[in-house]
């Protein structure tokens, strides 16, 4: 029996930015909206994009061509094309109301690690999903937001007692960008795993496809998992 909830999901996306790669800037990594944003739209679904304050930085890394070519590049430089014109356009996360939506997925780029924890706007989204009973899923650095993700019977963060991945910090020290993200003074993706009560698991290779399902929480990797924790999410909603 199809969900009654809406076939609509709302893609987060980061607004912070800082120097990371050599200098080069950090913040929305492309990709990861993207790849869910056509998974979702293939599916049928209607799909928004919001940041916390209307606004991104394209993460530099997400821009080269390691992890922007082809199609996903031709779409990124459309600038009439329905993806960029919503990046472009995105509204006051005010005015975006979580309980028209079934499925709530945060993208990332390190820069969400900056701003997702203390995005009350995107997390009044996240917990409006989830207290309707729909599907909260985050790739790569988005776990970031499910600090203020409350669940309400139990008052704790809905990860609590939940199984979840995300960006390894083995990975953090490969790309030697270890010192400026302890720079700003936040917890990694296994930190905030441990500081909410959430168990964090990972794939042997850092740059693997690789998502976890735990009930109505599905989170990723890596932009690598992008796309398969987009489609988890799908999964998860048909069976609700």
Not at 34 to 59: C, I, M, Q
Not at 169 to 174: C, G, P, V
């Amino acid at each position: 029996m199809p969900s009654s909830l809406p076939h609509r999901a709302v893609i987060a996306i980061t607004s912070a930015t800082a120097p990371l790669h050599h200098g080069e800037p950090t913040g929305f990594f492309i990709s990861e909206a993207l790849h869910p944003y056509n998974v979702f739209k293939a599916a049928g679904f209607e799909v928004d994009l919001v940041s916390e304050k209307g606004t991104y930085v394209a993460d530099w890394l997400s821009l080269q061509e390691s992890f922007l070519d082809g199609e996903d590049k031709k779409q990124w430089e459309d600038l009439d094309g329905e993806f960029r014109k919503k990046v472009d356009n995105m509204p006051d996360v005010k005015s975006v109301d979580g309980k028209n939506y079934g499925i709530f997925f945060a993208s990332a780029g390190h820069a969400a690690l900056i701003d997702y924890p203390h995005a009350t706007g995107l997390q009044k989204i996240a917990t409006d999903v989830w207290n309707q009973g729909g599907v909260l899923s985050a790739v790569c650095h988005g776990e970031a937001i499910f600090p203020g993700i409350i669940d309400s019977t139990t008052g704790k963060s809905v990860i609590a007692g939940k199984t979840i991945t995300g960006f390894t910090t083995q990975a953090e020290y490969e790309m030697n960008v270890m010192e400026p993200i302890r720079s700003w003074g936040e917890p990694l993706i296994d930190e905030w795993a441990e500081k909410l009560g959430a168990k964090y698991v990972r794939a042997e290779g850092v740059w693997d496809d690789f998502h976890v399902v735990d009930g109505r929480i599905v989170t990723g990797q890596n932009p690598q998992s992008a796309k398969s924790t987009a489609k988890a999410a799908l999964e998860i909603f048909g069976k609700l």
